[in-house]
């Protein structure tokens, strides 16, 4: 059997670190990798696979930097170039980047099998280029591997009974990479007091949006007067404050590896940020989180107190953080996101289907 992974952005090299290894136990199926160079300087990119031990890309399209339609044309391609002439039994896709829809187009059109990984998240907001891309890759998808159980109604509400289509709850990919690398974690060279606040900032609606953005960052500098605010910059967000000047009083360094981020979420008193990814990864750590951001899609953490939503107000963000002792749940002890065994269901699951 044949599978042929689309992968082009951060979080998804993160996510195939634990799938890949999870198909390279079975000698019996093939993967094939296309990177699509959404993201490719070395710490976006090229660290994660040698890091995480995901085998070397057999394509690499070198189709970054660009506007959404030049991009995600440009993708679909050179994608079905590939497909073409690889006639995989799959295609897989990771998430909500123009990578993932670039290549469940091609899919859908050369009726080439889809299965989605993260399907099922909704932020019920439709300025999100994210949810855009997620809701029509859901739409044209075979196998829909679900995270949550959110995400399973999500579908349900949508109609997806009645679409021919599977839907399976796998749990989430990113658990098994957490439990699995945890062993591995790297203390990064910066300089690292014994408190501190792990940030990340780099969504569109924050980096784009140059007040949010503003507001963010002097937040940031008020509550470092008090602990260490370490962030590992976005490119994106890294060139939106230089241009605009924005003074920045806090620990800014270089994007990490996932190794030493693993280290510096493991070793944090709390996160503060925009990544859907990093909300989860506070939460595997048992680390407490604010989200700057006003709705999410991991909404089972904020029910259950793990995870805060604030926005990008600095005000907001300043009380939200004076408050932190009595807002959070502090008993992590619960199994929200599968327990560590995704990848395995999702590879047996492909398995079990290639005939469907
Ligand atoms: N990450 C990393 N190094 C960094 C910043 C983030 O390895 O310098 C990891 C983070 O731990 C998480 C993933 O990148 O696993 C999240 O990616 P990102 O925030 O870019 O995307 P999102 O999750 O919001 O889609």
Redesign the pocket.
Known sequence: MKILTILG???QF?KAGSVSREISKHPEIQEVIVHTGQHYDTNMSDI?FEEMKIPKPDYFLGIGGKNHGAMTGQMIEKIEEVVLKEQPDWVMVY??TNSTLAGAIVASKLHVKLAHIEAGLRSFNMQMP?EVNRILTDRVSNILFCPTDTAMRNLKDEGYENIDCKVIKSGDV?QDGAIFYKGLAVKPTCKIESNYILS?I??AENTDDINRLRSIIEAFNEINKEIQVIL?V?PRTKNIIEKNSIKVDFSIID????L???WL?DNCDLVM??????QK?AFFFSKPCITLRDETEWVELIKNKFNVLVGADKIKITDIYNQREKLFEKDYDMDLYGGGNASNKIVKELYNCQYL
Do not use: K, N, Q, W
Not at 273 to 278: A, K, M, N, P, R
């Open positions: 952005a951060r979080p993160i994660f998430g909500d994210e990113m990340t780099h969504r590992p976005h994007p990490v590896g996932y030493e981020m693993i979420i940020t925009d990544s859907g990814g990093l990864e």
